[in-house]
């Protein structure tokens, strides 16, 4: 059996970062990268991409602090959005420079992981979709970077079997287009970013639109132009300005060191109206920007919900062309409607109506539980989600108790849609009725003090590296002993159950309140929230969280980047190389 220092599973933005760390302070560890696709990058490897695809972010906001995604090596001229050829080039010359390329082992999907009694797990593979016959991998550490966007959900529709004509999930536009760009018309169900992505790039390229948002779900994503508010800023700045993230209830947020002003802001009446007041700018705005209310059928794409209550749903207009033109002018024709069946090349609505189609795109979300069997009975263990009839643990009615007491106005939930009910699917993910539970979103609170197994970005924000980055770092504190708790005490510091599992209880129930018309209730879903959870991660790592001089104009409105926290490694080896000297 091959003996492994560290498994990774996953070759995408958290895979590729927790590597580099991981080997940065271990160099002589045996580490493998397990990536059951044939390139890396996850949502960005080659076989993900197709024309025209694009990141939300411009250039300086999506690269890792130390690795920058130069405008002269990548041609990307500044606030142009990066295309996603373009980011899987950046993966891949990051891998390569940092030796990790040698250590991916591709098309190799992990099937299961089984505890061993004396310690690690046992990795099994398949490969090109076999069993594989090599010997199963001994890891000593694993960390699944796998992600939540990595297994396509396709709903069950009746008459599929006879539609005759291709049905798949955008994940695979890459392999379709060429057939896709040549149809008269396609169909796409679904409300999300990816399904105005398919839209555009299918009425760009000439192919009439039937797009159907179902009647009995979420309703339309929010979009938002590439500068919003009245002061015309790029959003993914904004969302990193540490001034605004005091307006977004956050049950971690004082981790930031400034919990007095968010306690005024969140629990007096005065700070109340300065709050609402902020949501509903930002909300007018996305609105009036958008001209929803000019047009008949541009008004079918404005949300049913306010934004204040959506988390990484919350996207950007990243096309060189005005996307709401091709609605205006009838090539994208949008059905607020349910697909009722299918039958021979056609897709009838609940409305009565019929839809012509060569094909039918399903932008309809993701399966977040991860696929790897795990031994029996260690998904509630692992702090997956799973089902059981069991009632809820005592922690989760304190903790609600405490969300909402500290954010009264989470109390006043939204109406979603009276008429929701969930799409099924032959793997149907709606009968999980429990949610990630990990610690720091990392590890699972019955196995911490193992130190043997975690996850690595199981969460959704537009921090997406320097999230990859903090969480990277985390874990390879924890697996090395140096946590700050750890070196304060000289030796591997146990964490407090009681602790662990009151914080885990606490932050994985605040999804639930805060972004409901998001995916907060089943995993970490977060916007405004970003840079106060990697304050705490820091913390945690007792390095510097406030990095733009810790008060003043430029903590608090210069917003927040990747280049903020270059070097973060280095500043943690030094904190250690101090403990030891009794510094």
């Avoid at 295309?83 to 990790?100: C, M, R, S, T, W």
């Avoid at 004396?118 to 000593?140: D, T, Y």
């Avoid at 705490?536 to 903020?564: A, Q, S, T």
């Amino acid at each position: 059996m091959e003996e492994l220092d560290l498994v990774i599973v996953g070759a995408g933005c958290h895979g590729l970062v927790m590597a580099k760390t991981y080997l940065e302070v271990n160099p002589s560890a045996k580490v493998a990268i397990l990536e059951s696709a044939a390139s890396l990058g996850g949502v960005w490897a080659e076989e993900r991409i197709y024309p025209g695809l694009k990141s939300n972010n411009t250039l300086g906001s999506y690269e890792y602090s130390d690795f920058p995604l130069d405008e002269k090596t990548f041609g990307v001229k500044p606030d142009e959005h990066i295309p996603g050829a373009v980011l899987h080039n950046y993966f891949q010359k990051y891998a390569e420079h940092f030796d990790i390329y040698r250590r991916v082992r591709f098309n190799s999907k992990v099937e299961s992981a089984e505890r061993r009694d004396s310690g690690g797990w046992i990795v099994r593979r398949a490969q090109n979709g076999r069993v594989s016959e090599e010997k199963p991998i001994l890891a000593h550490k694993l960390v699944i970077s796998t992600g939540l966007t990595s297994e396509p959900f396709v709903p069950s529709v009746a008459g599929s079997e006879s539609f005759d004509a291709p049905i798949f999930h955008a994940k695979y536009l890459h392999d379709r287009t060429k057939e896709t760009f040549k149809a008269s018309n396609v169909v796409i169900m679904g409300g999300s970013k990816s399904a105005y992505d398919a839209a555009y790039a299918h009425a760009s390229a000439g192919v009439h639109v039937d797009w159907v948002i179902r009647e009995s779900g979420h309703g339309p994503g929010w979009m938002a132009p590439a500068l919003v508010t009245p002061l015309k800023k790029k959003l993914e700045l904004l969302v990193g300005v540490r001034f605004l993230t005091w307006f977004s209830p956050c049950i971690w947020g004082d981790c930031d060191g400034f919990g007095t002003v968010r306690s005024w802001l969140h629990s007096t009446k005065v700070g109340r109206f300065f709050v609402d007041s902020f949501w509903k700018i930002l909300a007018n705005d996305l609105i009036t920007a958008n001209g929803y209310d000019t047009h008949p059928e541009t008004k079918k794409l404005k949300p049913w919900t306010a934004p204040f209550w959506v988390a990484s749903s919350l996207s950007i207009f990243n096309y060189p062309t005005d996307f709401f033109q091709y609605v205006r002018d009838g090539t994208v024709k949008v059905h607020i409607a349910d697909v009722s069946h299918l039958s021979p090349h056609t897709v009838h609505l609940s409305t009565g109506s019929t839809l012509r189609a060569d094909a039918l795109i399903c932008s309809t979300g993701w399966k977040h539980n991860p696929t790897i069997k795990l031994s029996p009975g260690l998904d509630e263990q692992l702090g997956l989600p799973h089902s059981t009839t069991q009632p809820e643990d005592d922690l989760v009615a304190k903790a609600d108790h405490e969300i909402l007491t500290r954010f009264p106005c989470l109390a006043d939930q939204p109406i979603i849609n009276t008429q929701y009910k969930p799409l099924t699917g032959a793997d149907n993910v709606a009968t999980l009725n429990r949610p990630y539970r990990l610690y720091r979103f990392m590890v699972p609170p019955a196995y911490i003090n193992d130190r043997s197994i975690a996850y690595c970005g199981m969460i959704m924000s537009i921090h997406t590296t320097t999230c990859a980055q903090a969480q990277a770092l985390w874990l390879t504190a924890y697996f090395s002993n140096g946590l700050l708790a750890d070196r304060q005490s000289r030796t591997r510091q146990p964490f407090p159950d009681a602790a662990v599992r009151w914080e885990t209880a606490l932050h994985s129930r605040f999804g639930k309140w805060r972004y409901p018309a998001g995916y907060g209730s089943r995993y970490p879903d977060f916007v405004f929230d970003g840079v106060p959870y990697i304050d705490m991660l820091l913390r945690d790592l007792g390095v510097g969280w406030l990095r733009k001089g810790g008060w003043g104009w430029r903590e608090w409105f210069e917003p927040y980047g990747p280049g903020d926290y270059r070097g973060l490694v280095d500043e943690w080896r030094i904190e250690c190389a101090n403990a030891r000297a009794g510094k």
